[in-house]
């Protein structure tokens, strides 16, 4: 055994001593002339690929490009000088393209992607080497392919190289006239004599390009149709190519996709493909506000074989929103001009040309899913760029934005349903325009205070002395601690159905102040020992908190404004808080899911730290100018409409109590009495109402505040 190693040890070392780069360039070209004699000498043009001795000639001229490479550790081996210099890839796309012998693109396509992978010198700037590759990649993705999974894998080792080398991008992608890339954009988009405005400009012109690249058999239009493969193999690979491609941190490489290529126009395009998919006459609204987080990659990580079964093949909604998850998450990870120009696509091909025109459809059961659809969106987006064209779309088209705000009002409970949850997700994003816009540039002059009461320097003199909380006079910092150790105020002795109007209260006469606006003998929450407001506290922090993180770089002023000095100038909250107030104004009268929805919009708008939120929603002690309103006066008004109600109800304790435990689900017998039952449940929604705004105030305002 010992004498057998010794001479095999002898015998490698007698090869490893041979002079190498004549044997392993002859062996090269010997292989090589292997392939061209078979076109020369068979005569069975319909023999298989792999019955010829073609892909082991491939493997082993690989193999010798590998060694030879190991060994040249500085100059170009003579064996890859031999490829480039006669051009044998060029000839192996000819070869490949051809189909001859049947089966030769697949083998062509195996050598490609090893030859990129293995071969660590920069290929992608060789023009022996980038044009053959260009040519490949017009093989890809072509209708009917029986290749698709070396398809995808040799475009991701094109696109795993140009992140390795990003110039190289320039030298893979295909250019073609400014007219042909135009006419392949707008047929992505069929809805565009729809139009009611221009679509709001990009974030960077690029009307500077003269032309734009990307042709129709480039690398991004195969990746993208690989994308929508069936095999979830080949579907991954082609999601990871984009991907690595839209990621490219160089200067140039964003500027390239952005302004010349069609990228943004093809991503958006099968957002819209898909939109188009889905059955809005048959969708669930209520189901697909609330629909779940679809991230990108989950699609593959739910298919047990590599096919795509039916019904993930057939579910429109997954597959949409799936997209939607996955442009989010390369603009997240692209540069910015790039993200930008992404996000632009979606606002023009998707939301400007389609999804308006649907909004504005006379069609309630088109406008509640397309309404319900945004829901959802707004609620995945987490891409500042795609954030940004969302709120622009929502708040600043002309024709769409005060309707959006007037349906929280609507004839349809559905619909008023869906605005306000529209208005609830935006309110939750970090975005410091949706305040701004709906609410905080109406308040500014805050023309709602009565001429005769020089609130502002008492207010300012108020906040100032907030026991030295400089960062935030309306967050209680004493409060991030567990909830058994927080101070509660004393319970409230009232009985009367209204607070003292005159006077800055303590935060605890705040608290007391919502608290006693409910009567107590219409109080229900006692009659089953409900916790009482300190039930919300810890919600109420929660909820204060999270405001509080989302306006922290908002740079908001710590103190209010000083009141406008128009002479009689006539207040109005706004298109949102009018909604909102006069729905509160009537929520005796209204379903419960819809009470739920409009007080949970309205506590969130009251948990935010900006001075003039606080002072119109949650003082109580504000003096009003004539004709104005605020969150306080509509519950005092409303509060004396309900005493006159109750007087129709006839045992009105037991028809509360029997009320609030149906909504906990409680009640035993399955019986319903339904006269006054909407009566009931809102004055149910209005005594919680109550108890939570306390809550935020209670978090809100430290105790000690005089």
Not at 358 to 377: D, F, G, N, P, R
Not at 441 to 463: G, I, K, M, T, V
Not at 541 to 558: D, G, I, K, P
Not at 600 to 613: E, G, I, K, N
Request: net charge negative.
């Amino acid at each position: 055994m010992e004498t057998f190693s010794r001479l095999s040890s002898m015998l490698l070392h007698a090869l490893e001593t041979r002079e190498p780069t004549v044997d392993l360039l002859e062996s090269f070209v010997n292989h090589w002339k292997s392939i061209t004699n078979y076109y020369i000498n068979t005569t069975d043009d319909s023999r298989p690929v792999r019955q010829t001795d073609i892909p082991w000639c491939l493997r082993q001229m690989l193999d010798i490009l590998v060694y030879e490479e190991k060994q040249q550790v500085e100059e170009t081996g003579a064996c890859l000088k031999y490829l480039l210099q006669h051009k044998l890839l060029e000839t192996l796309c000819t070869l490949g393209k051809a189909q001859y012998p049947p089966g030769m693109v697949q083998q062509v396509l195996l050598f490609f992607s090893r030859f990129l992978s293995q071969i660590q010198r920069p290929l992608l700037q060789l023009v022996n080497v980038y044009r053959p590759v260009q040519k490949l990649i017009g093989l890809c993705a072509l209708p009917g392919s029986q290749t698709e999974a070396e398809e995808a894998q040799f475009l991701l080792v094109v696109c795993s190289r140009v992140k390795q080398d990003p110039p190289t991008l320039r030298n893979i992608l295909q250019i073609v006239d400014k007219p042909a890339a135009t006419a392949l954009a707008s047929d992505q988009s069929q809805s565009s004599n729809h139009r009611t405005e221009p679509p709001p400009p990009p974030s960077q012109s690029d009307s500077s390009t003269g032309s734009r690249v990307q042709s129709e058999s480039g690398l991004l239009w195969a990746l993208l149709q690989l994308a929508s493969s069936a095999r979830g193999s080949v579907a991954l690979k082609a999601f990871e190519g984009l991907l690595l491609l839209s990621a490219l941190q160089d200067e140039s490489s964003g500027e390239i996709l952005s302004d010349q290529t069609l990228l943004g126009e093809l991503l958006a395009g099968r957002l819209l493909q898909l939109y188009s998919l889905l059955p809005m006459e048959a969708l669930d609204p209520g189901e697909v506000q609330s629909w779940p987080h679809t991230p990108w990659s989950s699609q593959f990580s739910r298919w047990s074989s590599d096919l795509r079964s039916v019904a993930a093949a057939s579910d429109h909604m997954t597959n949409f929103f799936s997209w939607l998850d996955f442009l989010d998450h390369m603009m997240e990870e692209a540069p910015q001009v790039l993200a930008r120009k992404l996000a632009h696509c979606v606002h023009q091909i998707w939301m400007f040309d389609v999804l308006q025109p649907q909004l504005l459809h006379m069609c309630e059961q088109v406008v509640l899913v397309s309404t319900s659809i945004l829901c959802a969106a707004v609620r995945f987006v987490r891409s500042r760029s795609l954030l940004d064209q969302l709120v622009h779309f929502l708040l600043r088209t002309n024709t769409l934005s005060p309707l959006l705000l007037q349906r929280c009002d609507h004839i349809s409970d559905q619909i008023s349903f869906a605005s306000l949850s529209l208005v609830d997700e935006l309110l939750q994003k970090p975005h410091e325009d949706v305040l701004d816009v709906l609410v905080l540039s109406f308040l500014q002059s805050r023309s709602y205070l009565s001429p005769q009461e020089d609130r502002w320097n008492e207010s300012n003199e108020a906040h100032e002395d907030s026991n030295g909380l400089e960062e935030d006079p309306f967050f209680s910092e004493s409060l991030l601690f567990s909830e058994s150790q927080l101070i509660l105020p004393p319970p409230p002795r009232c009985s009367s159905s209204s607070a003292p109007l005159s006077g800055l209260g303590s935060a605890a006469n705040v608290v007391n102040s919502f608290l006693c606006l409910v009567p107590v003998q219409v109080r229900s929450a006692q009659l089953i020992q409900e916790g009482g407001y300190e039930s919300y506290v810890h919600d109420a922090h929660t909820q204060v908190t999270e405001c509080r993180a989302l306006s922290r770089s908002w740079n908001w002023t710590l103190s209010l404004p000083a009141p406008s000095a128009g002479e009689g100038e006539e207040f109005f909250e706004g298109p949102l808080l009018k909604v909102l107030l006069d729905r509160l104004g009537r929520v005796l009268e209204q379903p419960y899911e819809l009470n739920l929805k409009l007080t949970a919009v309205l506590s969130r708008l009251s948990s935010f730290s900006h001075p003039l939120l606080h002072e119109y929603l949650l003082d109580p002690y504000v003096h009003l100018s004539h004709c104005s309103r605020s969150l306080f006066s509509v519950l005092i008004r409303l509060m004396g409409e309900l005493m006159q109600s109750i007087q129709r109800v006839p045992d009105l304790t037991d028809r509360l109590l029997d009320t609030r435990r149906d909504l906990l689900g409680l009640n035993n017998n399955n019986t319903t009495r339904l006269e006054h039952l909407t009566l009931l449940r809102g004055l149910v929604v209005l005594e919680e109402f109550c108890k939570e705004l306390a809550a935020i105030a209670f978090v809100k305002l430290p105790l000690g505040r005089p």
